[in-house]
Nanobody, 128 residues
Framework: QVQLVESGGGLVQPGGSLRLSCAASRSIFSINDMGWYRRAPGKERELVTRITNGGVPTYADSVKGRFTISIDNGKKTGYLQMNRLKPEDTAIHYC??????????????????????WGQGAQVTVSS
């Protein structure tokens, strides 16, 4: 049973924008915290950004000022807005949700085992 469904990936030219969505299934009551990871070709998966519900997000230096994470719990959906995309942003992007009752501190959201559910991955390709 798929719990998180990602959409919005694709091919974009350098400098362009994409918005990834991560929708939770009905079996998930709410998303407390969320992280977005990515795996570039030949590299390990890395944490791009994370946020606690209602909290202040943090971003990897490589995306700071260009990417924005958000959660809309009315829609049980998380988003990753990506602007001024660069070829080095080319990767499979994964959302991850922490649905525990009380959530987790921001400091814990760097650990992959904190997240209960993962999206299937969305390919983002930045190329001219």
């Amino acid at each position: 049973q798929v719990q998180l469904v990602e959409s919005g990936g694709g091919l974009v030219q350098p400098g362009g924008s994409l918005r990834l969505s991560c929708a939770a299934s009905r079996s998930i009551f709410s998303i407390n915290d969320m992280g977005w990871y990515r795996r570039a070709p030949g590299k390990e998966r890395e944490l791009v950004t994370r946020i606690t519900n209602g909290g202040v997000p943090t971003y990897a230096d490589s995306v700071k000022g260009r990417f924005t994470i958000s959660i809309d719990n009315g829609k049980k959906t998380g988003y990753l807005q990506m602007n001024r995309l660069k070829p080095e942003d080319t990767a499979i992007h994964y959302c991850a949700a922490d649905t525990s009752k009380w959530g987790s501190p921001l400091s814990a959201l760097v650990r992959e085992d904190v997240y209960d559910y993962w999206g299937q991955g969305a390919q983002v390709t930045v190329s001219s």
